[in-house]
């Protein structure tokens, strides 16, 4: 595709409930990180996936986030019971290549807005 | 793990004036720093970035400067324009922590006109 995509753009749920994020790499590339940024603040990052390997989980905050990526594509990022202070932006980024194989430039998605009620 | 640092928080220039944004990290091993320019409501965007094999790299308006010995890395916008106004981070990546780009803070610019 043009860029990496993210769906939804807004979501809205209620607190206790579980909401599944969706993002959609740049083609051919191998690397997908996914980032939470809150209001005004920087980027948090999340987990890391690189091809067919074990993700990079480090980053997971608590036990109620997870993240499957499927035949090295799109990946889906999911909350449990979603808590308010769950509310930000969670963007993904792709890159031809991840890590410290030389750094690749990573592309972002628009993001996915997350409103916990 | 690495910790990144960025200064200022906010910075306001007269248009045409410089900005500098600076940025320290602690792993001596981080290899890669990349910029990123995040306008309101946008996508963060890579503006430049600068590997440890070299001092300083520059592209038109922007120029990266990084010092490994004092471990700081430094963004460079000249003649800036309105159309600098948004929020900058910087990032390092060490293979010490494989796959994590660490991020700075950010720095909101404002360029007044």
């Known amino acids: 595709g043009a860029g990496v995509s993210q769906s939804p753009s807004n979501k809205v749920t209620e607190k206790g409930k579980d909401v599944e994020l969706r993002c959609d790499p740049i083609s051919g590339h191998t690397a997908l990180y996914w980032y939470r940024q809150s209001l005004g603040q920087g980027l948090e990052f999340l987990i890391y996936f690189q091809g067919n390997s074990a993700p990079d989980k480090s980053g997971l905050p608590s036990d109620r986030f997870s993240a499957e990526r499927t035949g090295g594509s799109v990946s889906t990022l999911t909350i449990q019971r979603t808590q308010q202070e769950d509310s930000a932006v969670y963007l993904c980024?792709?890159?031809?290549?991840?890590?410290?194989?030389?750094?690749?430039?990573?592309?972002f998605g628009p993001g996915t807005r997350l409103l916990v009620l | 793990g690495e910790n990144v640092e960025q200064h200022p928080s906010t910075l306001s220039v007269q248009e045409g004036d410089s900005a500098v944004i600076k940025c320290t990290y602690s792993?001596?091993?981080?290899?890669?720093f990349p910029w990123y320019k995040q306008e309101l409501g946008k996508r963060p965007q890579l503006i430049i970035d600068?590997?440890?094999?070299?001092g300083e790299k520059k592209d038109q308006r922007i120029a990266v400067t990084l010092n490994k010995t004092a471990k700081h890395f430094s963004l460079h916008i000249t003649e800036t324009q309105p159309e600098d106004s948004a929020v900058y981070f910087c990032?390092?990546?060490?293979?010490?922590?494989?796959?994590?780009?660490?991020f700075g803070t950010g720095t909101s610019l404002t360029v007044i006109p």
């Open positions: 792993d001596s091993a981080s290899n890669y």
């Open positions: 980024a792709s890159s031809l290549r991840g890590g410290t194989s030389g750094g690749g430039t990573q592309y």
């Open positions: 600068i590997r440890s094999n070299v």
């Open positions: 990032a390092a990546l060490s293979p010490n922590t494989g796959n994590q780009f660490y």
